[in-house]
């Protein structure tokens, strides 16, 4: 594996990890205030997010070093399978699987606190 798409999948695991344990964060914060139910759900929220953050990073490293047209495209489709998979799954959640609807969407916020935290100081090294 080169230098380049090491770096690039380092980040990618580093911010899944931190929107995931973002997600627990406010988890916990539903537990405590709201009850399971809530918790759950934004939980659920959460790990929409994170897994949609995974699957982003999967598809955009998966050429390597390639051409830029290569990069172009696995840059498209990695965000339009980031996109596929948050509509699908917050429609299951919120149509199908009944979860509570302000929970799911704090949830989906609280991750993305995770993915900002994970981006922070990646331009100071060198």
């Known amino acids: 594996m080169n230098d380049t ?9 580093r911010v899944v990890l931190l929107q ?14 709201a009850g399971a139910a809530a918790s759950g759900s934004a939980l659920a929220g959460g ?13 955009l490293f998966a050429p390597g070093i390639a051409p830029a047209s290569v990069l172009r495209r ?29 929970p799911l969407l704090s949830g989906l916020v609280f991750a993305q606190f995770g993915y ?5 100081g990646q331009g100071k090294r060198g």
């Open 74 to 102: 696995a840059l498209y489709a990695a965000e339009s399978l980031k996109w596929f998979w948050y509509v699908l799954s917050v429609w299951a959640a919120l149509a199908r699987l009944k979860l509570l609807p302000l």
């Open 20 to 33: 995931t344990g973002c997600a627990a964060l406010g988890g916990m914060f539903f537990w405590i205030f």
């Open 116 to 120: 900002w935290f994970g981006l922070m």
């Open 47 to 59: 790990l929409i997010v994170a897994v949609g953050s995974a699957v982003f990073g999967w598809r």
């Open 5 to 13: 798409s090491s770096v690039g999948k380092r980040l990618v695991m």
